[in-house]
């Protein structure tokens, strides 16, 4: 038995399960009825806690990521920078800018001309915290927030930039954050997907988003994330076809999975399995998805909260409240891409319009989830997937500028799920060029998102074609100072 089980790529051992809880054979049941998926661990290590079972307590139960796709200006938000007003036009220092790789749009720029934020900065809360006219809304709340001012990434362009920040990877095929959450902790509710994919989109220049960004990898495909719609039809061909009853579709499903266990029995293919979960999870969301969709039964009090935006379908805000209420039904990682801030020029009126977006949706759900007692054990993130250069793209003008690709440093923050609140973390230099104080790696924002979910970035491996994977790589470190 114990061969079939290795040769199907089952990696919990059965052996130090009973030997440690010396309970015999009743706890193995009881375990199997608490934990469904205590014995559908694949590709692991051999004495890899089996899954749903955390390394230790965690912080955190779930995770809302608010990805600015295109990586919003750091220094027209977050990054108040008065020396580079003073130094506008201005070539850059090159003891400053150093030999750092450019992207194709600025490598053959004759002059590179510093400029600061057209809009004033104000500091805010009890710490202090710098924010900009553009964020009145986030300016409110940013004691309820940690502020991360040194990340850094290696990747210069957009998609893989884009790419690294979601998967550990700046290659593609590697599972996303909430396709290895999935299968490191398992689902919180039968009838709704572990992870979950909004879509908006504001009206700057878009970078592409695409599947990829969400799938399993080489993990099960039930780990994959869901893309949810703003259509009639949330989740595509989720309803039961024309001339088709409930109960003839539980009937023919009766039948399918019945063909697929054969199968499964004479293979042992473990994407057998997967496919009959996913046929019974489809099934079940059938009743599930329109209730969490349907928002005529929230107050008038979310539009203050949300803003105007919140009650049409497809917009930022609307995505806002829908990943409260995921989350609030037991969706364990919600992400939402909202596109638009890839601002190389035209960039003050964009990033105003960019701003107004997202800026009360943003603080709104932070303020909801706080109220409801969610905020505790919810992580929420908001940033993009690098930052913007301190010199002009093209030509500086009096009203207008644009700012490319700066991978060397960019602001996020985070709130909730046990991070420390108004804090803000790490600096950078007078121009906003480089890190000079707690430098943050993509690595270790991974290893620290996993940590509050009661996840070792070591531990969290899956063996494929050889090799151990991680989400982080062969880095990272938690970024203990972060932590409450």
Not at 263 to 289: C, H, L, N, V, W
Request: net charge negative; with cysteine; aromatic share 10%.
């Amino acid at each position: 038995m114990e061969k079939e089980i290795i040769e199907h790529g089952y990696s919990f051992n059965r052996r130090r399960f009973l030997s440690n809880l010396s309970l015999g054979v009743g706890s193995v049941a009881l375990g199997s009825l608490l934990m469904p998926d205590l014995f559908s661990r694949k590709g692991g290590e051999a004495d890899a806690m089996p899954l749903g079972v955390p390394h230790f307590a965690p912080k955190a139960k779930r995770i809302i990521y608010l990805f600015q796709n295109g990586a919003p200006s750091q220094q027209e938000l977050f990054d108040y920078k008065p020396k580079l007003r003073e130094m506008r036009g201005q070539e850059i220092p090159p003891s400053v800018r150093g030999t750092q790789r450019l992207t194709g749009m600025t490598a053959n720029q004759a002059s590179f001309p510093l400029v600061g934020s057209f809009v004033d900065f104000a500091q805010y809360g009890q710490s202090r915290a710098w924010v900009s006219e553009l964020m009145p809304h986030t300016a409110k709340i940013v004691d309820e927030l940690c502020f991360v001012r040194s990340m850094y990434t290696e990747a210069i362009n957009h998609d893989p930039a884009l790419t690294f920040l979601q998967t550990g990877a700046q290659q593609g095929n590697r599972p996303s954050m909430g396709a290895w959450l999935s299968y490191g902790l398992g689902n919180l509710n039968q009838n709704l997907p572990c992870f979950t994919v909004l879509l908006s989109r504001g009206i700057g220049n878009g970078q592409g988003v695409y599947s990829r960004l969400w799938t399993n990898g080489f993990l099960d495909s039930v780990h994959q994330g869901v893309q949810f719609s703003s259509g009639e039809d949330p989740v595509l061909y989720l309803r039961d076809p024309d001339g088709m009853n409930r109960s003839e579709r539980r009937e023919m499903l009766d039948n399918l999975s019945r063909l697929n266990d054969m199968s499964y029995q004479e293979f042992g293919d473990p994407e057998i399995a997967t496919k009959i979960q996913q046929y019974e999870m489809a099934y079940r969301m059938q009743t599930a998805i329109p209730d969490v969709m349907d928002v005529s039964r929230e107050s008038d009090a979310m539009v203050k909260l949300y803003g105007p935006e919140c009650f049409i379908p497809g917009t930022y805000a609307a995505n806002c409240l829908l990943a409260r209420k995921l989350v609030e039904n037991g969706v364990r990682f919600v992400q939402l891409y909202h596109q638009g801030w890839d601002q190389h020029g035209n960039l003050p009126y964009e990033i105003t319009q960019q701003a107004k977006d997202v800026d009360q949706a943003s603080a709104g759900l932070i303020m909801d989830l706080k109220q409801r007692g969610l905020l505790d054990d919810t992580l929420v993130i908001w940033g993009g997937e690098f930052g913007r250069t301190s010199y002009t793209q093209g030509k500086l003008t009096p009203d207008n500028y644009g700012r490319d690709h700066h991978p060397r440093c960019f602001t996020i923050w985070m709130a909730g799920g046990g991070i420390k609140p108004g804090i803000v973390y790490g600096e950078t230099d007078e121009l906003g060029y480089n890190i000079t104080q707690n430098p943050v790696h993509v690595h270790d924002f991974h290893a620290t998102v996993l940590h509050q979910l009661g996840l070792d970035h070591e531990k969290l491996i899956y063996k494929h074609q050889g090799r151990r994977y991680r989400l982080t790589d062969v880095a990272g470190k938690v970024v203990s100072d972060l932590l409450s």
